[in-house]
């Protein structure tokens, strides 16, 4: 078996109140492939994602994205691993003095990608989530459903081998939610891994995907 994707040992963490949000909190996820997390309000999805970004370390335990450990939230390091994941809702919010066009060529732009793909992966993009007649605007003038969709557009734009979303339904009519949905199972059929947390498990099974329960700090 290959290495994990995102690894997570034995964590212990606790939460701003002081009591243990994660005891010895053990999670793998293979290249690939993707998780559905679900949980209730203060089961500790929060505190994942921001394990995962490095953003918040642990007590004790370790976390490994791509092979290497996070030791520090800041650095060289830790910022090469975040170049690496694309995001959707929760800590991954639009720049406000960015365009919707700009927010979502951002990975490109920070990667070093030519003019020329930058141009022709925003017009698919944009194409795709039905963004074409927002490209000018900026966060604060879009509707919750064009902020998500913007946000979408940006994590899937740059090929990045893992993606995290926060609630990726949340907000959505029937609607644009099927058609997000038709997006995660692309990115699922690509080859790329998603970490889905959500409050519900989705209506349809996702791609390659496993399910998880997050309660009491545990996953299972």
């Known amino acids: ?3 994990p994707l995102v690894d997570l040992q034995n964590i212990q963490l606790r939460g701003d109140r002081g009591g243990h949000v994660f005891t010895d909190l053990c999670f793998s996820l293979q290249p690939g492939q993707s998780a559905v997390i679900t949980g209730g309000a203060g089961a500790g999805k929060t ?7 490095g953003i918040r370390l642990p007590d004790s335990g370790v976390v490994r994205l791509f092979g290497q450990e996070l030791r520090s939230s800041s650095g060289r390091a830790t910022r090469k691993i975040r170049r690496q994941i694309g995001g959707v809702g929760g800590t991954f919010e639009l720049v406000p003095s960015m365009t919707v066009s700009e927010n979502i060529t ?13 141009k022709e992966r925003l017009l698919r993009s944009l ?5 074409l007649k927002l490209a000018g605007k900026y966060p604060d003038s ?12 940006r994590a899937t734009i740059a090929n990045q081998p893992l993606i995290i979303i926060d609630e990726p339904l949340a907000g959505l009519d ?3 939610a099927a058609r997000v949905f038709e997006s995660l ?25 496993v399910a998880f329960s997050l309660s009491g700090g545990i996953l299972e």
């Open 1 to 3: 078996m290959s290495e």
């Open 127 to 131: 194409s795709e989530f039905s963004l």
């Open 47 to 53: 505190l994942l994602v921001q394990l995962f970004l």
């Open 185 to 209: 199972v692309r990115v699922a059929l690509s080859g790329r891994s998603m970490l889905i947390l959500a409050s519900d498990p989705p209506q349809a099974q996702i791609p390659n995907s």
């Open 142 to 153: 879009l509707t919750r459903v064009e902020n998500t969709l913007t946000q979408f557009a």
């Open 106 to 118: 951002l990975p490109l732009v920070i990667g070093g990608e030519r003019k020329k793909v930058q």
């Open 174 to 176: 029937h609607g644009t």
